[in-house]
Structure formats: structure tokens, C-alpha cells
């Protein structure tokens, strides 16, 4: 090659001190298989005005020795024309020069990949390790992949629902009875019962709890107005809240006649426990669930809910049956001592009531403890870009394989206690307001 670029003086460098010697004439060479080789050499050296043949150390010709490897590599067909290679020394790390990725071509590779062109999607460390994979590197890849993974909108809206609280229970405490209830609709279920009736609406009182619900076959403003009327309102007085979950369709305008003829203040949106429904689940022997659930004793409150309203307990089928000693005592005494006795029950109400507010205060405290426990703290600002998570009612929920969040929307307001004020990002939707636990930040 020396000789076809027409070089007339020539260092050879060798790391091998045996031919090198040999080259230079110093040292004979006595094998019969070097013999045409040596030859060779020496025919070619008449053909430079200067050659000089130099030994170097073998880790100063590392240059060569890849050269050598590479083509032992590559199949020599005789009369092939290899166009000459451009070799540059750079002082920096072999492999940093492999590939220079413009900031554009970088966006265009971690796309390609990220899209689907390579395998599922995937995060940042996998798409780093994937391209690298593909032959190209750049100094910076692996910070690049997380924040393109970070902010794509895909990965976001279809990621996992985040189930630990974002910030400490607020227990709610009502401060007597029949003051705030909660409500909320069971339903559909399936498969509906014999009457036909495939939904129940339940209400709870927070105090005594309470429980009053009724079952029908379809979710109607009729049916949500008559119950409010005829089963809280005539029967324990006007309620100061009715609390209910986010479900449309009883805190739309359903609630709206009931609350405003009897002025109510408030309806406030909150998740609302629903363990104790579950005896109503099947069958919807609603008559006997009810007086089954009233007449047990509850842990958050230490006594049954109809000791706290009536101020004595509830004579069940088996005192009927069997009598008990209260049903034969009472059956012995006179009308003036009876009426003696239950004065005296009605006077003590009070006081087992009052029992029930500290013992609903410790068992508050106790559940806190527990929920606190698995509170990760995250925190919003105004003008924060988030997505919102699509609860399972909305018309959105498609099922599993759909995404699990919609927006962006963005933060107008924060709220006490983790309620967010959002509005979408065109400010078409106003007076949105969400539990932050539903919520988590969008990135672009
Ligand atoms: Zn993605």
C-alpha cells in the first residue's frame, strides 16, 4: 500500500523483536516457512529510497494489532478494490466515539424504539440498554431515555393506579345523632333478584350508625327524592350533610331538589366506607340484613346502633322463641313499672351515647395510626399540570387493557385537607373538584 501511494521513506514499527531482527539483517532466519517471506521483505525495501525497521513495545501498537484483527476478520477476494480507511488518534475513550447522535437523531432513535418498533414499551433503563443494544451510544443516553419515558404521554396515562394515601386520614366525627348521614347506590347486580330490582340505595348515619336502604330496579330522581323524604327526613329530622361519594348519579342533580327545599347547607363529596353492605349483596333480603346489622354490635361505636337511638336493645326472634329473662320479667310488671323502667333506659341514653363518642374517638385514632402508616406525601401546586384517575363508573373506564388515567388538566386551586380545584387545559371545565388521591403530575 506504501509503495501504490508512492512513499519514498518508511519506519516500519513491529512489536515482535524475533522479525524485526530479522528484518534488519541482525539476525539470520532459519525457518524453511519464513524463507519466501523474508525474501519477499527484502525485495521490497529496494523499492523505498529509506526504510527503517523499529521495534516498539507490544502496548504502544495497539492501533495495529486492531487492524491485523479486524482484517483477519473481513475475506480478502484477491483482486477487490477495499477502500482505504480514515483513521484518527483521539484522546478520549475508544467506544465515546462510536456513533455522534445529533440532539434530533437522539429524539428520533429513542421514538422509534420506545414506540413499539423493538419490543413492548418499555422504561428508561431498559430503552438506554436497548439502543446502546442497536449500536449507537451518546454520553448523555441514559438520563436522555428516563425523561423521554418520563414524559411520554402513553406511559402516563396508561400507568399503574397509585394506591398508597397521599396525605394523613382526617377522621370526620358527627356530634350527635341523625347530624350527618352518608349515602351511597350498590349496584347493578347481577344477577337481579326476583322482584327485578337490581339496585340499593343505602344511608348511614355517622353517629349511631344507622342504617336505612331500599332497593329498586333503576337509579331515578323520583326513587333518590323519596328516599331522602320518607326515610331520613320524616323519620329522624333534617340532617345537617349528606355526604356521598363522587357517584354521578346521586350527587348530580338529583340531590338538588331534596337539598334545596329543605335548605340544606351542604352536600359534601367523600369516599364513603362501604364494608357494611356486603350482607346485602345477594338476595336483597333487605328487611332482615337491617335489623341483622342494627342489632349487632359495631366496633367503630362499641354498642349496637339501636341501643344508641332507642336506649335498649332490640328483642331478637330467639327471646320470642325462647324466652329470655328481660321478656319474662316484663311480662310480670305492671304498666306504671314498665313505663318506670323504660323513662329510666330513655334517661341513661345519654350517657351510653356519650360513651359511644370516646369510644368512636379511640377506634378514629387507632384506624389513623394504621392509615398513617402508608402515607406517601405528594404535593401539588396551582398552575401543576396533572392527570386525573378514571374511577370506574365514568363513562371512560373501558375495562383493563385501556388506559387507567385522563387529562391533563390543570391545578386552579388547592383545597384543605388534599382537595384540588382542576380545570382541563382549555379552561372549558370549571368547578372540578377532586380528591388528591386520585391524582397524579402529568410531565411534558
Ligand atoms: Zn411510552
Redesign the pocket.
Known amino acids: 500500500m506504501a509503495i501504490d501511494l508512492g512513499v519514498q521513506e518508511l519506519i516500519v514499527l513491529g512489536d515482535s523483536d524475533l522479525l524485526i531482527r530479522q528484518a534488519q539483517g541482525e539476525w539470520k532466519t532459519r525457518d524453511l516457512k519464513l524463507l519466501p517471506y523474508r525474501q519477499c521483505v527484502e525485495d521490497l525495501s529496494k523499492r523505498f529510497m529509506y526504510i527503517e525497521f523499529r521495534y516498539i513495545l507490544r502496548f504502544h501498537n495497539d492501533l495495529a494489532d486492531a487492524l491485523a484483527t479486524l482484517a483477519s476478520m473481513l475475506p480478502y477476494l484477491g483482486n477487490t478494490y477495499i477502500t482505504p480507511l480514515e483513521i484518527q488518534v483521539r484522546d478520549q475513550h475508544g467506544c465515546c466515539n462510536t456513533v455522534e447522535a445529533e440532539p434530533d437523531e437522539a429524539e428520533k432513535i429513542m421514538n422509534e424504539v ?1 414506540a413499539g418498533g423493538c419490543g413492548p ?1 418499555m422504561n428508561g433503563y431498559v430503552l438506554a440498554k436497548t439502543i446502546l443494544q442497536a449500536g449507537y451510544y451518546w454520553l448523555t443516553m441514559e438520563r436522555d431515555c428516563f425523561h423521554f ?1 418520563k414524559k ?1 404521554h ?2 402516563q396515562s396508561h400507568g399503574d393506579l397509585i394506591h398508597s394515601p397521599h396525605s394523613e386520614l382526617h377522621p370526620m366525627t358527627a356530634p350527635w345523632p341523625f347530624v350527618a348521614w352518608g349515602m351511597d347506590v350498590i349496584g347493578p347486580i347481577e344477577p337481579k333478584s326476583s322482584n327485578g330490582h337490581r339496585f340499593i340505595l343505602v344511608a348511614i348515619d355517622y353517629f349511631t350508625k344507622w342504617v336505612e336502604a331500599i332497593t329498586f330496579k333503576a337509579v331515578t330522581k323520583k326513587a333518590v327524592v323519596d328516599f331522602v323524604h320518607s326515610n331520613i327526613i320524616y323519620r329522624f329530622g333534617i340532617p345537617k350533610a349528606i355526604i356521598t361519594d363522587n357517584a354521578a348519579n346521586i350527587n348530580s342533580y338529583l340531590m338538588k331538589e331534596p337539598t334545596e327545599l329543605w335548605r340544606q347547607p351542604t352536600t359534601i363529596s367523600k369516599r364513603f366506607s362501604k364494608g357494611w353492605f356486603k350482607a346485602l349483596d345477594n338476595g336483597m333480603r333487605s328487611c332482615f340484613a337491617l335489623l341483622g346489622y342494627r342489632t349487632t354490635m359495631r366496633t367503630s361505636i362499641g354498642a349496637t346502633s339501636y341501643l344508641l337511638v332507642y336506649g335498649t336493645e332490640a328483642v331478637i326472634q330467639a327471646e320470642v322463641k325462647i324466652p329470655s329473662l328481660r321478656i319474662i320479667v316484663e311480662a310480670e310488671i305492671e304498666d306504671t313499672e314498665w313505663v318506670k323502667t323504660r323513662l329510666e333506659q330513655l334517661a341513661l341514653i345519654d350517657e351510653k351515647r356519650l360513651t359511644a363518642v370516646c369510644f368512636g374517638q379511640l377506634y378514629q385514632q387507632r384506624m389513623a395510626r394504621a392509615y398513617n402508616k402508608k402515607v406517601h406525601p405528594r404535593y401539588f401546586e396551582v398552575g401543576q399540570l396533572v392527570l386525573k384517575r378514571i374511577l370506574p363508573h365514568q363513562e371512560e373506564a373501558k375495562g383493563k387493557f385501556a388506559q387507567n388515567w385522563q387529562g391533563p388538566y390543570l391545578i386552579k386551586e388547592v383545597l384543605s385537607k388534599g382537595a384540588l380545584h382542576l380545570t382541563d387545559v382549555e379552561g372549558k371545565i370549571t368547578g372540578m373538584i377532586v380528591n388528591a388521591d386520585s391524582v397524579k403530575r402529568y410531565y411534558i
Open positions: 420506545h414499551r419515558v411520554c402513553q406511559c
